[in-house]
Structure formats: structure tokens, C-alpha cells
């Protein structure tokens, strides 16, 4: 079955660390380029971070560069999310995404069901 | 880079047609939107790519055909015909920008559709 499950969300305090995952299964991974994309509850949605198939290409968005590292395992199917220095503006469920690549850009085929993230003291 | 603005919310009853708007910015006419839908408690989901000439691609899986698209100016439009109460969500378009060096993607603040 052709699926993305994500993991490793839960409430964390200001400041620390998290480190998320996303198993991919189904399908050659290492194929496609991968999407983070975070979901505030109850507001819309906001591109995280974008990495290329063998991580040669990878990009943020404005308000975690620098914070935040996208990394995948290619032998393994997984995409990972490492997150430091949060803050509570980082609250919100995060998402892996499959990106399919065409002459206009990217779009995102393949949606996980997301990982709750909570920056709370 | 691209910024997409679409109304907050759409209503229409079973069984009409309702049609939802996703507009780019002044400079970006020629760009490409993809729909996505996001069904309460769920996951977003992949509609189509649509550009000024109507449909990019291929549908996303499952999406049937009372779904289309069409493309005019900086407007991008989805169209769902004989609307179901499985329909209903919240409907957002998005774009990415950019080439090698430097990438950016950005979605819409979305679209809430109910189904009277």
C-alpha cells in the first residue's frame, strides 16, 4: 500500500528539541523529492521544508531556517524532521508529503495523516 | 514570489455546483496551482494542477469526475459539480516558485466548503 505515516510529534517545552519521522512505504522512495508542510489547528497551511530525492536540493521556509533540518534515508524510507530552539509559534501538525516533479514545479501527490507538534511550558 | 488568495468560505446545497477561486498576484499569470481538499480530521489530498489552459496532468487518485479546473488571468478556478456531502472540507491551492538556488512554496489560507 502506497502510504506516508508520520511520528515522533508530542509537547515539548520552549526551547528544546524534536526530532520527527516519516516512514514511506509502497513506493520508491528515493525517487521522489519529499515536503514537511505544518497545519496550525484550526488555521491553514504553511510549507516547512522541501528535499531533493538524494538531498542535493534542499530548502526552508523563512520561519525555521536555521532551526530546522530536513534529512531522509534512502536505504530505509524514511524522512526525518529535526526541530530545535522551539518556540510556540511551531505548534501545529506537521505533515510529510510526496513530491511529484514536472515541468512546472512541484506538487505534493501523496499526503501522511500528520503528527501533532505542541510548544508548551 | 507568488502569493494566493482565496475566499474563506463556500456553501453551496447537495446535488448544485459550486465554484471556488484561487487568485495569484499581479506578475504571476503564467504560474500553475495545484488543488488540494482536506477533509475534516484529515490529511490534505491531492485534486489537480491547473494552469491558464485548464488541467496539468492527471487528477489525483479517487478524485472523480464531477471535479474540473480552468484557468484565466491570475484566477485559477476548481468546479465541483453535483456536490456531495463527502465534498464538504476545506479546499486550499498551492505554488511553489524558483529554481535551483533559491525555492519557495507557498498554499492559500483555504477554502471552507459546506454542503447544505
Known amino acids: 500500500q502506497v502510504q506516508l505515516e508520520e511520528s515522533g510529534g508530542g509537547v515539548v517545552q520552549p526551547g528544546t528539541s524534536l526530532r520527527l519521522s516519516c516512514a514511506a512505504s509502497?513506493?520508491?522512495?528515493?525517487?521522489?523529492?519529499m515536503y514537511w508542510v505544518r497545519q496550525t489547528p484550526g488555521r491553514g497551511l504553511e510549507w516547512v521544508a522541501t528535499?531533493?530525492?538524494?538531498?542535493?536540493?534542499?530548502y526552508y521556509g523563512d520561519s525555521v531556517r536555521g532551526r530546522f533540518t530536513v534529512s531522509r534515508d534512502n536505504s530505509r524510507g524514511i524522512l526525518y524532521l529535526e526541530m530545535s530552539d522551539l518556540r510556540g509559534e511551531d505548534t501545529a501538525i506537521y505533515y510529510c508529503?510526496?513530491?511529484?516533479?514536472?515541468?512546472?514545479?512541484?506538487?505534493?501527490?501523496?499526503w501522511g495523516q500528520g503528527t501533532l507538534v505542541t510548544v508548551s511550558s | 514570489q507568488p502569493f494566493l488568495s482565496q475566499p474563506p468560505s463556500a456553501s453551496a446545497s447537495l446535488g448544485a455546483s459550486v465554484t471556488l477561486t484561487c487568485t495569484l498576484n499581479?506578475?504571476?499569470?503564467?504560474?500553475?496551482v495545484d488543488w488540494y481538499q482536506q477533509r475534516p480530521g484529515k490529511g490534505p489530498r491531492f485534486v489537480m494542477r491547473?494552469?491558464?489552459?485548464?488541467?496539468?496532468?492527471s487528477k489525483g487518485h479517487g478524485i472523480p469526475d464531477r471535479f474540473s479546473v480552468l484557468g484565466s488571468g491570475l484566477n485559477r478556478f476548481l468546479t465541483i459539480k453535483n456536490l456531495q456531502l463527502e465534498d464538504e472540507g476545506d479546499y486550499y491551492c498551492?505554488?511553489?516558485?524558483?529554481?535551483?538556488?533559491?525555492?519557495?512554496?507557498?498554499f492559500g489560507a483555504g477554502t471552507k466548503l459546506t454542503v447544505l
Open positions: 528535499i531533493s530525492n538524494h538531498e542535493v536540493n534542499i
Open positions: 509502497g513506493f520508491d522512495f528515493d525517487e521522489y523529492a
Open positions: 491547473v494552469g491558464t489552459g485548464g488541467i496539468v496532468g
Open positions: 498551492g505554488a511553489d516558485h524558483g529554481g535551483v538556488s533559491k525555492f519557495v512554496a507557498v
Open positions: 499581479s506578475g504571476y499569470s503564467n504560474y500553475k
Open positions: 508529503a510526496r513530491a511529484m516533479r514536472d515541468s512546472s514545479g512541484f506538487f505534493c501527490d501523496l
